[in-house]
């Protein structure tokens, strides 16, 4: 880049502005006060994994692996990488930190992962995701769970017609045998397979259902269905988690086209669909993955997980109306006068600790009385406090309501804070 280039974000990479972070801060707290609800813990891990991760993770076939992911050589000459998805690195931490010897885990994440990709609505270059993981647990009564926290979370965000697809892609033997048939099946079709599906066809032909090809969904939609070969044990795992799902009332489409893009996943899979936001129409998924823990070098251990994109999920708030509102100080701080402005900083920090919560803006940088009238109006406070020079010799303030027609209060700086808290008790 130049020196005189004009600087910008890189492209799919986007700045969160203080006028947009209310949904976002509205939906991580929503999330975390019902993530403590249902006993899961919050867990962090890093951004950056060795490469060898996502490719024994995700698989070597996958569109993530193949065309997306930001690997780069370090100075040491490891092959790292911005994690493309959570999941792999939540189960490294689990795996490197012995935490799953003899132990159950139920543990959340969030954080921006990265994926370079064709910008467009809904998709970007680094997004943030929401992520949920439960180790340890085998039954369908942990799937259905787990998707249970997602309906409650679209009920208390106020969202709306979510539909629920859910799919079993059985145990890896019944899938082995269910891809040989697949496989056979798109061999007699060779002719009519696009690039990608011809080189998944050797590697992972169920790769090929998820095709987003349009010439191609005639050709998948008449492929044999993998519920037709499922094993008896998966049969009727999923047969439970339907039974939970109806028990507590949450609708769901069993969808024999839904594979996931990920390698690792095994029985249940499902994903939220919403046609409010175009061609991107997933919000939340997830699924079973009970042999990744192994396949990365841990001991044998059941696991399911999901995650959300929040991009997403704000966009689809803002597509149904759903109003946040953003943060206001409750209490904005007249001081004209320079000791006014000495002694009302001192005043306003006994005010912080009388009423711990209160959001107290103090105007800073001077102004005429009127033009810092202006300002409080404009925070959003419902009151002002308005310290003068005379007001400090007398030890009182000015109480100014914003929002309604009153007179404006006199009280001593001993009864202001007792004024407040009954205000905004």
Known sequence: MSTDSKLQAIRGMNDILPGEIAYWQYLENTA??????YGYQEIRVPIVEHTGLFKRSIGELTDIVEKEMYTFEDRSGDLLTLRPEITAGLVRAMISNGMLHNQRHKVWSAGPVFRHERPQKGRYRQFHQ?????FGYAGPDLDA????MTARLWQRLGLKRLSLNINSLGTPQSRHAYREI?????IQ????????????????PLRILDTKNPAMQELVANAPVLKDYLDTESAAHFKTLQYHLDAVGIPSVVNPRLVRGLDYYSRTVFEWITTELGAQGAVCAGGRYNGLVEQLGGESTPAMGWALGEERIIALMQAQDIQVAAAKPAVYVVLVGDRAEAAGFALTERLRDAMPG???ETNCDGGSFKSQLKRADKSGARYAIVIGDSEVDQRIVGLKNLRAEEPQSQLSWDELAAALQYRFN
């Open 189 to 204: 079709h060779h002719d009519q397979l696009d690039e990608d599906s011809l080189r998944r066809l050797e590697g992972n």
């Open 145 to 148: 769970e787990l998707i249970l």
């Open 32 to 37: 975390r006060i019902l993530f403590t609800e």
């Open 130 to 134: 929401l992520d949920i993981e439960a």
């Open 182 to 186: 697949l496989r056979q099946y798109f």
């Open 358 to 360: 209160l959001s107290i």
